[in-house]
């Protein structure tokens, strides 16, 4: 084919999109940078941001939420219960992942995983009249991030659901996460199907109740030594996690084994827990949230104490400020 | 210091050694090389192992012993007693690592090893009486090799200790080690006081029952798949094991505490485990013994089928000849 631009040619294209447009119109590729200046466009904002760069109250802000990041020593205490040990948690607020977003404006995996914790905090009997109480504006919805929780995936927690509580060594701080379901049918992947919501009573009837007492027998357990060990191990406690929650598991079965418990429970526990290799994943975030945390609120610094997304909008959070949503 | 060499000058000397000594004499620095000609100067004998390499029927026969070896599938089948699983045990028999040894040439901890087993066995009282029944020559003693097993250190097993029973997929062959003490005072290192007899008593009584219940529960275990996970964890599955462990306590444990066994053999068999990580040792001992005498047994074949130490001896084993000791 004949074109006005040469075999191989490509132009990558930055402003007007018409001058790209033209050069496709006329047979050639042409790729258009999805751009703006920073501050969009506002030079005297834009020039005060630059300012901070190597800005020496920022750099002495930032050294200072450092240290405390790398001070912070996060330790699982326990088990608790999200509307009990969640700061600003009220009886009908549902937790998600990401900045704020409006029912509206949610992803349908977080509607759905919003509706699948109304069926299960029993606020409605079924999926429809749960989406219709959703729609109707009597629920609060707020970011986890703002109850010093955090969850995987949609990220979804409910008043009544079990959550880890993870504290930094002398008790500074602490952050929580709910339990990690498995894969397949999962409420944070937005499903909402009876077989999930039979799975999260039974996490918190029993799975809960059996880790509590387990945890009891052998007392704090610090997870820094145990992540470590797990990146070693070839995880990177995100979508990898065999070896934390292996390592885990070993940590946690003797004092299970040991605390009176009722060994059915147990055995169901332990069982649930061998056959999920993400279940240590909520416990890294929680370690991460808890280390993060004890960085946040340093004035001036802009060291990057959270990042998260909804499915619709990216929240970055600086130690500094309070948070940014882009 | 003035010297009749030159500053830095090294001298490996390979031969005579008192072109060495002279050397060394002079104020030089050599290194004299323990070399002999191969086939021990045997210049026939010398030619005739040369010709083997690359032998084409040398070559096809360790082809055909290689392919068994690949082919090989080592299972963990159960636990069963060295006295009634072992191919030619005997009932006064001790079983030790390496190539046959007397007791007289036997290194210290082999035999604080075998003293321990023959009050472990109840042969002797204490181990003043033990080393005199050893030295009595009523107690026979041959390689844990000759009888299809394998063992850590001292490689000791008495007829009345547990071992691991390994099948090859399809029941070609079978292998079998001892169970793991862990680290500290143990048999295998030639430790032999109360607390060892004690230990080895609590495998044989409440150990290796819990695991037997567990394992026929379980069914049959693959072992290459665990193996091969645990490689990519970091272990090397001889002196890192905590990967594989790991990984083999949480396929166990489930099927353990549904075994309807006994609740607390289950639960200090579990915690005697989850404190060892070393206990897979002897596991991955056992499938590589599996794999390997899978592959022995091909006339002409030169594949190494075993390599094993007794502390005074090395010995080599090739799949065509019965074995070699240097």
């Known amino acids: 084919m004949s074109t006005l631009f040469g075999e191989g040619q490509r132009i990558v294209n930055v402003g007007l999109q018409s001058f790209a447009e033209s050069i496709v119109a006329g047979g050639g590729k042409a790729v258009q940078v999805d751009w703006t200046p920073p501050a969009g466009g506002d030079r005297v904002a834009g020039w005060s941001l630059a300012q901070l760069l190597d800005h020496p109250e920022v750099e002495r802000a930032n050294e200072k939420a450092y240290a405390a990041y790398l001070a912070a020593q996060p330790v699982l205490v326990g088990i608790g219960v999200a509307g009990k040990q969640l700061p600003g948690m009220e ?10 977003i409006d029912w509206a404006d949610m992803c349908g995996p977080m509607q759905g995983a919003v509706i699948g914790a109304i069926v299960y905090e029993g606020w409605a009997s079924d999926v429809d009249s749960a989406r219709r109480l959703a729609e109707g504006g009597t629920i609060v919805f707020e970011p986890a991030h703002h109850h010093a929780a955090v969850g995987p995936m949609a990220g979804v927690i409910s008043p009544s659901m079990p959550v880890w509580v993870i504290e930094n060594a002398g008790g500074s701080n602490r952050a929580y996460s709910n339990l990690n379901e498995g894969l397949g049918k999962v409420l944070r992947f937005g499903a909402n199907s009876g077989e ?44 990898r996690n065999a070896a934390a929650s292996s390592l885990f598991l070993k940590r946690i079965i003797p004092a299970a084994l040991h605390s009176g418990f009722d060994a059915a429970a147990i055995a169901d526990a332990v069982t649930f827990i061998a056959g999920n290799d993400h279940f240590f994943l909520n416990l890294s975030m929680a370690a991460c949230k808890a280390m993060l945390d004890a960085a946040h609120g340093v004035k001036g610094s802009s ?20 948070f940014a949503v882009v």
């Open 303 to 322: 060291f990057v104490t959270a990042m998260s997304r909804n499915g619709v909008r990216f929240g970055v959070r600086l130690s500094g400020y309070r």
């Open 196 to 239: 999930v919501i039979k799975r999260l009573r039974w996490m918190a009837d029993v799975l809960a109740p059996a880790l509590s007492a387990a945890l009891a027998k052998l007392g704090p357990l610090e997870l820094k030594p145990l992540i470590a060990q797990a990146l070693q191990m070839g995880d990177e406690v995100h979508n």
């Open 91 to 100: 009886a009908r607020m549902i937790l998600h992942a990401g900045p704020p």
